[in-house]
């Protein structure tokens, strides 16, 4: 900004605290004071502060000024005897204007009865001349050493005085650009944090959407994210998002020049218009409908992934504005953070998708087993790859009997959800082909881990059921090697652990421990309940509080079907999605009235 821009915008606080409105004439009370002061000590009737612009002078300090000027506060330059101050940097001094050839004609002497004047330069802050304190008479005079001395003093005072002025308005003007500032930076900051917090797309438009209007005032933001197989942009939507134009246009083709969006993405630049007006003339289809609210300022960015353009995102104003430089450079900062945000959102779900299927292929259908009902769940872990080393398993042995069992892999991710599958296949070979008991098996898994340098690290119950002596009964004969201990229920809903044995160690942890079986008796109506610590665990609690629980929901439960009884048992337990993976499954004796439904 120039020394008179300066000058003039400091001049807009009127040194009462009131700021000028902009467009109307400038009055100060400062300046108003100092041309009182040179009326007092030079004896002339009129004084001013004036401030000389390329088309006029301006006089935040006057007295003494015939009407209507006293009340502008302004003259053209074909009335200013301080235009001649400021092109020469040097005093003038007249005795009478109507015989100075310098100024005479000026429509000043005949309009505002300038006959005598007197002016001394005000500078800026950098030495030039911007105006003049002048005196003024109406008549001839000859002025005094004296009164020039004053006059040349409270000229310099009054410079001091500008040079504050502008000083002072510079420093505001710094502090709101470095207030705007750190409002930006807290808005990225923001943004950053909430598209962390993400996963899915939409998440990341609605994340876009606040961002802008904190950090930008707009209105509305939004995104589309370019689909290959179609060859257009398809319009990201979120509940929490409404913006009919771009609603009304979800899929955008690939086409230059037919979507400021399109464009954006196709060259991989800004494409910003100050209005709807500017924007209509450029794209015809981009105009508001009836009843929409009107869009004026836009602004369209490429959406960068790994260095190429894969979408577009929009910004939008419901008034008319400029962009500046910070803007610009805010707007391509949200574009680069919400590229960053949906490239990791699409590897997300491409982790995702594998993971899904991986786990499907793990978990294998249940078996039919006649006075036996089974049924199981299992819930991924609500991070990482949303699938992990939680399983159970349930077959039909060769001599009819069913075995179950549940295991925990450490972690909870693809390598988990792997080395889990395999060390599922072998347990499963091994109870299919060895007429041994659960301690046997489960003793032969773990010689045959550490015989093949497979490292894991698992906890396991594994279950036999055979028929009791006792009529429609079951016995389950189980042993446990470092996991959480199974739940019976009986037929009258009373919950209890059986945890009444030594506990052994888990899986590939100590070479040649000898392990031992339980035995329990089901009568018709009792059910058993295997489960994995993500059932039970808390990262607040002791495991017991968890058991605990467990026993208690149970309880509350029993008298539901099995398939309910797991339903609302998980919901009570697990507090939405597990922070650790969940594996269920449930056996029930039938009572021998009931029909097994899958015969």
Same mark, same amino acid.
């Given at each position: 900004?120039?020394?008179?821009?300066?000058?003039?915008?400091?001049?807009?606080?009127?040194?009462?605290?009131?700021?000028?409105?902009?467009?109307?004439? !400038?009055?100060?009370?400062?300046?108003?004071?100092?041309?009182?002061?040179?009326?007092?000590?030079?004896?002339?009737?009129?004084?001013?502060?004036?401030?000389?612009?390329?088309?006029?002078?301006?006089?935040?300090?006057?007295?003494?000024?015939?009407?209507?000027?006293?009340?502008?506060?302004?003259?053209?330059?074909?009335?200013?005897?301080?235009?001649?101050?400021?092109?020469?940097?040097?005093?003038?001094?007249?005795?009478?204007?109507?015989?100075?050839?310098?100024?005479?004609?000026?429509?000043?002497?005949?309009?505002?009865?300038?006959? &005598?004047?007197?002016?001394?330069?005000?500078?800026?802050?950098?030495?030039?001349?911007?105006? &003049?304190?002048?005196?003024?008479?109406?008549?001839?005079?000859?002025?005094?050493?004296?009164?020039?001395?004053?006059?040349?003093?409270?000229?310099?005072?009054?410079?001091?005085?500008?040079?504050?002025?502008?000083? $002072?308005?510079?420093?505001?003007?710094?502090?709101?650009?470095?207030?705007?500032?750190?409002?930006?930076?807290?808005?990225?900051?923001?943004?950053?944090?909430?598209?962390?917090?993400?996963?899915?797309?939409?998440?990341?438009?609605?994340?876009?959407?606040?961002?802008?209007?904190?950090?930008?005032?707009?209105?509305?933001?939004?995104?589309?994210?370019?689909?290959?197989?179609?060859?257009?942009?398809?319009?990201?939507?979120?509940?929490?998002?409404?913006?009919?134009? &771009?609603?009304?246009?979800?899929?955008?083709?690939?086409?230059?020049?037919?979507?400021?969006?399109?464009?954006?993405?196709?060259?991989?630049?800004?494409?910003?218009?100050?209005?709807?007006?500017?924007?209509?003339?450029?794209?015809?289809?981009?105009?508001?409908?009836?009843?929409?609210?009107?869009?004026?300022?836009?602004?369209?960015?490429?959406?960068?992934?790994?260095?190429?353009?894969?979408?577009?995102?929009?910004?939008?104003?419901?008034?008319?504005?400029?962009?500046?430089?910070?803007?610009?450079?805010?707007?391509?900062?949200?574009?680069?953070?919400?590229?960053?945000?949906?490239?990791?959102? $699409?590897?997300?779900?491409?982790?995702?998708?594998?993971?899904?299927?991986?786990?499907?292929?793990?978990?294998?259908?249940?078996?039919?087993?006649?006075?036996?009902?089974?049924?199981?769940?299992?819930?991924?872990?609500?991070?990482?790859?949303?699938?992990?080393?939680?399983?159970?398993?349930?077959?039909?042995?060769?001599?009819?009997?069913?075995?179950?069992?549940?295991?925990?892999?450490?972690?909870?991710?693809?390598?988990?959800?792997?080395?889990? *599958?395999?060390?599922?296949?072998?347990?499963?070979?091994?109870?299919?082909?060895?007429?041994?008991?659960?301690? *046997?098996?489960?003793?032969?898994?773990?010689?045959?881990?550490?015989?093949?340098?497979?490292?894991?690290?698992?906890?396991?119950?594994?279950?036999?059921?055979?028929?009791?002596?006792?009529?429609?009964?079951?016995?389950?004969?189980?042993?446990?090697?470092?996991?959480?201990?199974?739940?019976?229920?009986?037929?009258?809903?009373?919950?209890?652990?059986?945890?009444?044995?030594?506990?052994?160690?888990?899986?590939?942890?100590?070479?040649?421990?000898?392990?031992?079986?339980?035995?329990?008796?089901?009568?018709?109506?009792?059910?058993?309940?295997?489960?994995?610590?993500?059932?039970?665990? $808390?990262?607040?609690?002791? !495991?017991?509080?968890?058991?605990?629980?467990?026993?208690?929901?149970?309880?509350?439960?029993?008298?539901?079907?099995?398939?309910?009884?797991?339903?609302?048992? !998980?919901?009570?337990?697990?507090?939405?999605?597990?922070?650790?993976?969940?594996?269920?499954?449930?056996?029930?004796?039938?009572?021998?009235?009931?029909?097994?439904?899958?015969?």
């Amino acid at each position: 900004m120039s020394g008179v821009g300066l000058a003039v915008s400091a001049l807009t606080d009127r040194g009462d605290g009131v700021m000028q409105p902009p467009g109307e004439t !400038i009055a100060d009370v400062s300046f108003d004071r100092y041309a009182r002061l040179v009326r007092s000590a030079l004896g002339v009737p009129t004084a001013l502060v004036s401030i000389v612009e390329p088309a006029r002078q301006i006089f935040p300090g006057a007295v003494g000024l015939p009407e209507p000027w006293q009340a502008r506060r302004e003259t053209p330059l074909s009335h200013s005897f301080c235009q001649h101050v400021v092109a020469d940097a040097e005093p003038l001094v007249v005795t009478d204007a109507r015989t100075d050839p310098r100024v005479a004609g000026n429509l000043a002497i005949t309009e505002l009865s300038v006959i &005598a004047y007197a002016g001394f330069p005000l500078v800026d802050s950098t030495g030039a001349v911007i105006g &003049a304190l002048c005196a003024i008479d109406s008549r001839p005079r000859d002025w005094t050493q004296a009164q020039l001395a004053v006059l040349e003093d409270l000229a310099a005072a009054c410079s001091t005085e500008l040079v504050l002025r502008a000083t $002072r308005r510079r420093a505001e003007e710094a502090e709101v650009r470095a207030r705007a500032s750190a409002d930006r930076a807290r808005a990225l900051l923001t943004l950053s944090e909430d598209l962390g917090r993400t996963v899915q797309v939409p998440d990341i438009a609605l994340a876009l959407q606040h961002a802008a209007q904190h950090a930008l005032g707009a209105a509305l933001a939004g995104l589309w994210v370019y689909d290959d197989t179609a060859d257009l942009l398809r319009w990201v939507q979120h509940a929490e998002l409404s913006w009919p134009q &771009a609603e009304r246009r979800r899929e955008l083709p690939m086409l230059p020049g037919s979507s400021p969006a399109v464009d954006a993405a196709l060259e991989g630049r800004m494409v910003l218009f100050g209005s709807e007006v500017e924007r209509v003339a450029a794209y015809p289809r981009s105009a508001s409908r009836d009843g929409e609210l009107p869009l004026e300022a836009t602004a369209y960015l490429p959406l960068l992934m790994a260095g190429e353009a894969s979408g577009a995102l929009a910004v939008v104003w419901r008034e008319p504005r400029g962009f500046s430089p910070d803007d610009r450079a805010l707007l391509q900062a949200l574009s680069t953070y919400t590229g960053q945000a949906v490239q990791r959102a $699409r590897l997300l779900e491409q982790r995702t998708t594998t993971a899904l299927v991986l786990q499907r292929a793990m978990l294998t259908e249940l078996p039919t087993a006649g006075p036996l009902e089974i049924d199981a769940r299992y819930l991924p872990a609500a991070a990482d790859d949303l699938v992990g080393g939680d399983w159970y398993d349930a077959l039909t042995l060769r001599d009819g009997s069913l075995a179950v069992t549940i295991g925990d892999v450490i972690g909870h991710n693809i390598d988990a959800a792997a080395r889990m *599958g395999a060390l599922r296949s072998m347990l499963r070979s091994l109870a299919w082909d060895r007429d041994e008991p659960p301690s *046997g098996i489960v003793q032969r898994l773990d010689d045959t881990l550490r015989g093949t340098r497979t490292a894991t690290l698992a906890s396991v119950v594994l279950g036999h059921f055979v028929p009791a002596p006792e009529p429609d009964s079951f016995c389950f004969e189980w042993t446990n090697g470092g996991h959480p201990p199974p739940l019976l229920v009986s037929a009258e809903g009373r919950a209890r652990l059986l945890d009444g044995h030594r506990a052994e160690p888990p899986l590939g942890i100590v070479p040649g421990v000898r392990r031992s079986d339980q035995t329990v008796v089901l009568p018709p109506g009792a059910t058993l309940v295997l489960y994995t610590d993500g059932l039970i665990e $808390r990262r607040d609690e002791d !495991i017991d509080a968890g058991l605990a629980r467990l026993v208690a929901v149970t309880e509350r439960q029993a008298g539901k079907p099995l398939p309910d009884l797991l339903d609302t048992v !998980i919901a009570e337990l697990v507090d939405g999605r597990p922070v650790d993976d969940v594996a269920v499954v449930a056996v029930r004796v039938r009572h021998p009235d009931e029909t097994d439904p899958t015969r």
